[in-house]
């Protein structure tokens, strides 16, 4: 029904549905399921999406390596004051990232969205939104919908892999999926979440993968921290109706040809960026 944007929105206006329903509709053709299967399979998802964001914060953890470690917490506890400059619903969400951070870091039950060092920006994402407006628990499964429909179009045309390309592909596709959720779950259109999708990997494009140790703590949690915030400043820029100047499907491309480009040393080898560092070499030592 759909491999890329255009054939996406087309098919939202041919058919008056929005994305989440286009992207229903495909798996259920696709993948000889039931509309009822897949529902399920949305909210097994997203309780395990609940779990990793809180988990960390409610109980310590220890990771691998070490690296990281408590950041959940904290950024929650912050939320709650007075002095955050952000406001209290971005640091909440800037939480819950670090959160799932820090569970796939201690071997926890993530769930890759669409990778594992990506996995805290579309749960802090939707979860941060449903709390804040009040949503029901619908409309969070069907922006996981929504969020696996860009996933698909960025992976069926380019890549969400940082080996292949950096952490542009995952971290940023995981913030444009984010995103495109966002704008869905707070009325917009189709157009408008794409062109939250196609800010988001804009944003961000042309990041490398360079964790500490071959490990993905540092700088891994961080950008999801900051990932997540890039989602909402996408998702509020295309809803204001400010439109992306490239469309999404040619941003994608974009991004997948600025990964071709970069250096091995720049796509999770841990051979070059701050990985190299006297300070993250000191790391590598101290955990072998």
């Known amino acids: 029904m759909y491999n890329n944007g255009m054939d996406l929105l087309n098919a939202c206006r041919t058919l008056n549905k929005p994305i989440w329903e286009i992207v229903l509709l495909d798996e259920i053709k696709n993948n000889n399921v039931t509309e009822q299967d897949i529902l399920q399979r949305m909210e097994e998802i997203l309780q395990i999406m609940e779990n990793s964001s809180t988990h960390p914060i409610d109980k310590h953890v220890e990771t691998v390596g070490g690296i990281i470690g408590g950041e959940g917490k904290k950024m929650m506890a912050y939320s709650q004051s007075d002095r955050t400059i952000s406001g209290r619903w971005i640091t909440k969400a800037m939480a819950r990232a670090f959160a799932c951070s820090e569970y796939n870091a201690s071997m926890g039950k993530i769930c890759a969205a669409p990778t594992a060092g990506s996995c805290g920006i579309i749960p802090a994402a939707i979860l941060t939104l449903a709390e804040k407006n009040n949503f029901p628990r619908q409309i969070v499964v069907r922006a996981l919908l929504t969020s696996a429909g860009i996933g698909k179009i960025i992976s069926t045309n380019a890549t969400v892999s940082g080996a292949e390309g950096g952490c542009q592909a995952e971290c940023g596709s995981a913030a444009a999926m984010a995103a495109a959720a966002l704008v ?3 009325g917009g259109t189709p157009l408008q979440s794409l ?56 941003v994608v491309e974009a991004m997948y040809n600025v990964g071709k480009g970069m250096h091995e040393n720049f796509k999770e080898t841990a051979k070059g960026g701050i990985a190299i560092t006297d300070t993250a070499i000191a790391y590598s030592r101290k955990i072998k």
């Open 184 to 186: 869905e779950m707070n």
């Open 195 to 250: 062109d939250a999708a196609a800010i988001a990997l804009k944003n961000i494009m042309g990041l490398i993968c360079d964790p500490v140790a071959g490990l993905v703590e540092a700088p891994c949690s961080k950008r999801n921290a900051s990932g997540v915030v890039n989602a909402f400043v996408s998702a509020d820029i295309a809803l204001s109706g400010i439109l992306s100047v490239i469309p999404f499907d040619e």
